[in-house]
């Protein structure tokens, strides 16, 4: 019984994490959705972290308010004036820069 229960999350554990080659033909879709998962997560706490770090010195800026261009370097230069850590500073920027995109002011003028 353990015996048996052991080698299927061998097999699980194989299959999740080296998914290309253990098969031959990966399921592209089920990639995305994986790729697409992690990135709504990472969002996710990019908000977070946005409200916890970018309000502590100034005001909020609206994520509309610049280009997504200008959030990658508007972080990078915040990053370092506020010693932000590399990765929570990655989260903000994903966060701030898929936020501030012209598809989203278009499907929701007022920005709520
Ligand atoms: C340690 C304090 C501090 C923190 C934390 C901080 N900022 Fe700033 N921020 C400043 C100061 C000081 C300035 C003005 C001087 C400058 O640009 O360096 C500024 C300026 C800005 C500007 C205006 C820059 C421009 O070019 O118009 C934006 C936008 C901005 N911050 C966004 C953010 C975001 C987003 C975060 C979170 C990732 C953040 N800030 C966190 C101190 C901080």
């Known amino acids: 019984m353990f015996r048996t229960l052991f080698i ?57 308010e610049m280009s997504p261009e200008d959030w990658d370097m508007t972080v990078n230069h915040m990053r370092v004036r506020a010693n932000i850590p590399g990765d929570l500073a990655e989260d903000i920027k994903a966060f701030l820069m898929m936020s501030s995109t012209p598809i989203e002011e278009t499907e929701n003028p007022d920005g709520n």
Do not use: Y
């Open 8 to 64: 299927t999350g061998v097999v699980l554990a194989a299959g999740s994490s080296s998914a290309a080659l253990a098969q031959p033909a990966p399921d592209p879709a089920a990639q995305a959705r994986a790729a697409e998962d992690a990135l709504a997560d990472q969002i996710g706490r990019g908000a977070e972290a946005w409200v916890d770090t970018c309000a502590r010195c100034h005001n909020m800026r609206s994520p509309t």
